[in-house]
């Protein structure tokens, strides 16, 4: 069974607002960039198309994501400027660069429950002076009752997120400012959420006898019901603070 394949990006993340990011990113001319849990690496690749001089590299620990990255990566010609390495991003080396992205991926750089902080301590320590740091980041659009967090992600804790204030206060706590502030829309939500079931829904019509997919799927749409319009995702553009010492 094929999966993912209506997605663009893995998260809720429209082309168009994927285009401004990359173009108010790549205003800085940067030359390195770095992509921290990359994932198939489609900003990380329109960021390289977007400023020609740049080398990149994706860090993730899924191989068929990597696999993907590359060929899209050699399908776009720019396959000699960017590595996709399979390896983990926690307490990576493969920094400083001049623009760090971390989009849904925070949990790669911090184990804890609620790696917010942690991931933002460890990308103001990833990016050189000058640069820029795209973090996307999940956040409460408001506090999610009781009943809505028994429905989404097993163990799902209030404490998982923040709301957007003290996400934003966060990463100031951490030595940056924020350059941009935008979050997904309902419509990406969506998008994002139907695009990722849709190769196994199409499939699981034809098999009415799997019971373990449509058990997943079942699920994983329960879930979606408890968090959708309660879970934001903030895309935020961070300039780190000059002499900024933790
Ligand atoms: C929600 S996906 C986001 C992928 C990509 N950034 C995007 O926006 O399309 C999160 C990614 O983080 C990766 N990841 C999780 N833990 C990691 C780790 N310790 N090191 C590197 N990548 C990790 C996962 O494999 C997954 O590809």
């Not at 977007?50 to 899209?72: F, I, M, N, Q, Y």
């Not at 829309?185 to 373990?212: C, I, K, M, N, R």
């Amino acid at each position: 069974m094929t999966t993912h394949t209506r997605l663009t990006f893995h998260g809720p993340l429209s082309s168009a607002r994927a285009d401004a990011i990359v173009d108010r990113l790549s205003a800085s001319r940067p030359r390195t960039v770095l992509d921290i849990g990359c994932g198939w690496g489609e900003l990380l690749l329109r960021a390289l198309e977007a400023v020609p001089k740049a080398r990149g590299t994706g860090v993730d620990l899924d191989e068929a994501d990597l696999a993907r990255g590359r060929r899209s990566a050699e399908e776009r010609g720019l396959a000699g400027r960017v590595d996709f390495l399979a390896e983990s991003a926690r307490d990576t080396a493969r920094g400083p660069a001049d623009l760090v992205l971390c989009v849904g991926a925070s949990q790669a750089l911090s184990d804890a429950d609620c790696p917010t902080a942690e991931a933002l301590h460890a990308l103001r320590g990833l990016v050189s002076d000058g640069g820029r740091v795209l973090l996307g980041e999940g956040f409460w659009e408001r506090t999610p009752t009781p009943a809505e967090l028994a429905g989404m992600w097993p163990g799902a804790s209030e404490s998982d997120h923040h709301i957007l204030p003290a996400l934003l206060d966060l990463a100031v706590e951490a030595g940056f400012r924020p350059e941009w502030t935008e979050t997904a829309t309902l419509a990406e939500w969506d998008h994002f959420e139907s695009g990722y079931q849709a190769d196994q829904e199409v499939w699981l019509a034809a098999h009415p006898e799997a019971v373990e997919v449509r058990e997943r799927l079942d699920r994983h749409r329960s879930q979606w019901m408890s968090y959708r319009g309660v879970l934001g995702m903030a895309y935020l553009t961070l300039v780190p603070v000059s002499g900024w010492t933790a």
